[in-house]
C-alpha cells in the first residue's frame, strides 16, 4: 500500500539498541558467576573464547554514557543466569546482583528505559547437567529465576523479555551451542520438541508471575520472525510457505498469545510421533499466560519451495539459513534480494510485511528487539566509515514508518547491537555495533571504544524522532 503522507514515530518511541550478556560482557567466571553452556561448549574454530568479549562487565558506565550520547531512550540486554545464580537454582550470588542493580541505575540515571531479556542461550551449566530443558524441572528453574529477577530488579525494570529466539533453540541448538541431547534418545525431534514444550509451559509461568508481582510491567516473547515467501505463485509453492511459516513462526507464537498450539504444527508433529507430553497444569498454565506486547528479531525474510524429494536438505548454518525437509518445504534463494558479504538476504520491505502479519495475527504492540548488518568493520586512523551499515537501518527504518502509517502498532526499535560483540558463529571479526570495540579474535589490544559514523547518525535519528534519516557517504 501506498501512502501519500507517512505517520510520525511516537512521541514515546523506544529508540535504543541490543546485547546479550554472554556476548558482550566477558567475565564470565568472575565475582561468583557460575559457568553456562556457552562457557563450556567447545568453541568452533576461528572465534574467540567468552571470558572477555567486549568486557562490558568493567566498561559498563563507559559503555551506557556512549548510548546516552547517541540519546538512547532504551538499552536491550540480558542477565545471565548463572551470574544471579551460580547453580541455577538455590544460592543468590550478592554481587551478580550488584552488577546488574548497578547497570540498570546507570540506565536510569542516563533516562535509559531498560529492556530486560531473561534467557539469551545461555543455560547454567549445573543446569545443563541435571538435563537442561528436557528435565520437566526446568519449568521450576525458570519460574525461580524469574522471582528472584522481579524481587531484586522489578521496582525499575517496566519491559521484561522471556525467551530469546526459542524458535532457533529449537530449530538450531547445535548451531548456536545451547543444544542438550539425553543419551540413548530413540526419537531425537520428539525430544526437542519436548523441551520446546517446557519452555512455552515457563515462559507461560512466568508471564503470568510478572503480571502478579509486578502490575504496571509488561513482559513479552522475543522469538527470531523471518516472514516465509513462496519461490512461485504455484499452489504447492505457497502450501509450502504455510507449512515453513508455521513451524518457524507461528508455534511459538501462537501458544504464547492465544495458550494453543498451531494446528499445522500439530499435525506435522503428530506424524512424526514428535507431539509432546502435557504434564499436569500444563493446558491451563498456557492459556493463563498473556503477553503485554511481541518482541521479536528480523534480519531478513525467507523464501521456499515445494520439496517432493526424499531426503532432507541437511542442517541450517545459522539462523537465517532455512534447509529444508521432504514433502514440508525447501528453502531458496530470493533472486530479488541483495545478500550482505556473510550471505544474509536484506530485505527491508519484508521487515515492513512481517511488522502487518504480526499485527494482524496477534493484535499486540510490537518491539523491535534485534536488527542489524554484520560487517568486517575496519579501524582506519581512529574512525569506522560504515556506510553499508547506515544503508541497511535507514532502508528498515523507513519500513518501520510505513507499517505504522498502515496501522501497526510499533512501540521501539532496538537494534543489533548497541556496541561490537562476540557473534554467535563468527566471532568478533563480525561486528554489528554503533561502537567499535578495539580488539581482534586472539588479540585482546586496547579494548578502546571508538564512535563508527554510524554512532553519529542514529543520534541525529534519535534526535529528530526518525525525522532525518540522511546521511552522506564518506
Same mark, same amino acid.
Given at each position: 500500500?501506498?501512502?501519500?503522507?507517512?505517520?510520525?514515530?511516537?512521541?514515546?518511541?523506544?529508540?535504543?539498541?541490543?546485547?546479550?550478556?554472554?556476548?558482550?560482557?566477558?567475565?564470565?567466571?568472575?565475582?561468583g558467576?557460575?559457568?553456562?553452556?556457552?562457557?563450556?561448549?567447545?568453541?568452533?574454530?576461528?572465534?574467540?573464547?567468552?571470558?572477555?568479549?567486549?568486557?562490558?562487565?568493567?566498561?559498563?558506565?563507559?559503555?551506557?554514557?556512549?548510548?546516552?550520547?547517541?540519546?538512547?531512550?532504551?538499552?536491550?540486554?540480558?542477565?545471565?543466569?548463572?551470574?544471579?545464580?551460580?547453580?541455577?537454582?538455590?544460592?543468590?550470588?550478592?554481587?551478580?546482583?550488584?552488577?546488574?542493580?548497578?547497570?540498570?541505575?546507570?540506565?536510569?540515571?542516563?533516562?535509559?528505559?531498560?529492556?530486560?531479556?531473561?534467557?539469551?542461550?545461555?543455560?547454567?551449566?549445573?543446569?545443563?547437567?541435571?538435563?537442561?530443558?528436557?528435565?520437566?524441572?526446568?519449568?521450576?528453574?525458570?519460574?525461580?529465576?524469574?522471582?528472584?529477577?522481579?524481587?531484586?530488579?522489578?521496582?525499575?525494570?517496566?519491559?521484561?523479555?522471556?525467551?530469546?529466539?526459542?524458535?532457533?533453540?529449537?530449530?538450531?541448538?547445535?548451531?548456536?551451542?545451547?543444544?542438550?541431547?539425553?543419551?540413548?534418545?530413540?526419537?531425537?525431534?520428539?525430544?526437542?520438541?519436548?523441551?520446546?514444550?517446557?519452555?512455552l509451559?515457563?515462559?507461560?509461568?512466568?508471564?503470568?508471575?510478572?503480571?502478579?508481582?509486578?502490575?504496571?510491567?509488561?513482559?513479552?516473547?522475543?522469538?527470531?520472525?523471518?516472514?516465509v515467501?513462496?519461490?512461485?505463485?504455484? $499452489?504447492?509453492?505457497?502450501? %509450502?510457505?504455510?507449512?515453513?511459516?508455521?513451524? +518457524?513462526?507461528? #508455534?511459538? @507464537?501462537? /501458544?504464547?498469545?492465544?495458550?494453543?498450539?498451531?494446528?499445522?504444527?500439530?499435525?506435522?508433529?503428530?506424524?512424526?510421533?514428535?507431539?509432546?507430553?502435557?504434564?499436569?497444569?500444563?493446558?491451563?498454565?498456557?492459556?493463563?499466560g498473556?503477553?503485554?506486547?511481541?518482541?521479536?528479531?528480523?534480519?531478513?525474510?525467507?523464501?521456499?519451495?515445494?520439496?517432493?524429494?526424499?531426503?532432507?536438505?541437511?542442517?541450517?548454518?545459522?539462523?537465517?539459513?532455512?534447509?529444508?525437509?521432504?514433502?514440508?518445504?525447501?528453502?531458496?534463494?530470493?533472486?530479488?534480494?541483495?545478500?550482505?558479504?556473510?550471505?544474509?538476504?536484506v530485505? $527491508?520491505?519484508?521487515?515492513? %510485511?512481517?511488522?502487518?502479519?504480526?499485527?494482524? +495475527?496477534?493484535? #499486540?504492540? @510490537?518491539? /523491535?528487539?534485534?536488527?542489524?548488518?554484520?560487517?568486517?568493520?575496519?579501524?582506519?586512523?581512529?574512525?569506522?566509515?560504515?556506510?553499508?551499515?547506515?544503508?541497511?537501518?535507514k532502508?528498515?527504518?523507513?519500513?518501520?514508518?510505513?507499517?505504522?502509517?498502515?496501522?501497526?502498532?510499533?512501540?521501539?526499535?532496538?537494534?543489533?547491537?548497541a556496541?561490537?560483540?562476540?557473534?554467535?558463529?563468527?566471532?568478533?571479526?563480525?561486528?554489528?555495533g554503533?561502537?567499535?570495540?578495539?580488539?581482534?579474535?586472539?588479540?585482546?589490544?586496547?579494548?578502546?571504544?571508538?564512535?563508527?559514523?554510524?554512532f553519529?547518525?542514529?543520534?541525529?535519528?534519535?534526535?529528530?524522532?526518525?525525522?532525518?534519516?540522511?546521511?552522506?557517504?564518506?
Amino acid at each position: 500500500m501506498y501512502h501519500k503522507e507517512q505517520k510520525s514515530f511516537p512521541k514515546e518511541f523506544l529508540w535504543g539498541a541490543s546485547t546479550s550478556a554472554y556476548q558482550v560482557e566477558g567475565a564470565s567466571l568472575e565475582d561468583g558467576k557460575g559457568p553456562s553452556c556457552q562457557d563450556v561448549k567447545s568453541v568452533p574454530e576461528g572465534t574467540t573464547d567468552l571470558k572477555v568479549c567486549a568486557d562490558h562487565y568493567h566498561h559498563y558506565k563507559e559503555d551506557i554514557a556512549l548510548m546516552a550520547e547517541m540519546g538512547f531512550k532504551s538499552y536491550r540486554f540480558s542477565i545471565a543466569w548463572s551470574r544471579v545464580l551460580p547453580e541455577g537454582t538455590g544460592t543468590i550470588n550478592q554481587k551478580g546482583i550488584d552488577f546488574y542493580n548497578n547497570l540498570i541505575n546507570e540506565c536510569r540515571k542516563h533516562q535509559i528505559e531498560p529492556i530486560v531479556t531473561m534467557f539469551h542461550f545461555d543455560m547454567p551449566a549445573a543446569l545443563d547437567k541435571r538435563g537442561s530443558w528436557s528435565n520437566r524441572d526446568s519449568v521450576d528453574w525458570f519460574l525461580e529465576y524469574a522471582r528472584v529477577m522481579f524481587e531484586h530488579f522489578g521496582d525499575r525494570v517496566r519491559y521484561w523479555l522471556t525467551i530469546n529466539e526459542q524458535n532457533m533453540l529449537t530449530l538450531l541448538g547445535p548451531v548456536i551451542g545451547s543444544f542438550y541431547m539425553p543419551e540413548n534418545c530413540t526419537n531425537q525431534m520428539k525430544e526437542i520438541y519436548q523441551q520446546n514444550h517446557h519452555q512455552l509451559v515457563a515462559q507461560a509461568k512466568v508471564m503470568t508471575l510478572c503480571h502478579e508481582m509486578l502490575p504496571d510491567a509488561k513482559i513479552g516473547p522475543a522469538p527470531n520472525i523471518s516472514l516465509v515467501y513462496a519461490e512461485k505463485c504455484k $499452489p504447492e509453492d505457497v502450501l %509450502a510457505a504455510q507449512n515453513y511459516n508455521a513451524i +518457524r513462526n507461528w #508455534l511459538y @507464537l501462537d /501458544v504464547a498469545v492465544y495458550g494453543t498450539y498451531n494446528h499445522l504444527v500439530w499435525s506435522y508433529l503428530e506424524e512424526r510421533g514428535a507431539c509432546p507430553e502435557f504434564s499436569e497444569g500444563d493446558a491451563e498454565a498456557l492459556k493463563n499466560g498473556h503477553p503485554d506486547f511481541i518482541g521479536f528479531n528480523y534480519y531478513a525474510s525467507a523464501t521456499v519451495r515445494e520439496n517432493n524429494e526424499m531426503e532432507n536438505d541437511g542442517e541450517p548454518s545459522d539462523q537465517q539459513s532455512g534447509g529444508g525437509e521432504a514433502g514440508i518445504y525447501m528453502s531458496c534463494s530470493n533472486p530479488y534480494l541483495a545478500k550482505t558479504e556473510f550471505g544474509w538476504e536484506v530485505d $527491508p520491505v519484508g521487515f515492513r %510485511a512481517t511488522m502487518r502479519e504480526l499485527y494482524s +495475527r496477534y493484535h #499486540l504492540p @510490537l518491539l /523491535v528487539t534485534e536488527n542489524g548488518l554484520g560487517a568486517y568493520d575496519k579501524l582506519e586512523n581512529g574512525k569506522i566509515h560504515d556506510f553499508y551499515r547506515i544503508k541497511y537501518l535507514k532502508e528498515h527504518i523507513k519500513e518501520i514508518q510505513s507499517a505504522i502509517t498502515d496501522g501497526v502498532a510499533v512501540i521501539g526499535y532496538n537494534p543489533w547491537s548497541a556496541i561490537d560483540l562476540v557473534s554467535t558463529h563468527e566471532g568478533m571479526k563480525k561486528r554489528y555495533g554503533f561502537v567499535f570495540v578495539d580488539r581482534d579474535e586472539f588479540d585482546l589490544k586496547t579494548l578502546k571504544r571508538y564512535r563508527k559514523d554510524s554512532f553519529y547518525w542514529y543520534k541525529k535519528v534519535i534526535e529528530s524522532n526518525g525525522c532525518d534519516l540522511e546521511y552522506q557517504e564518506a
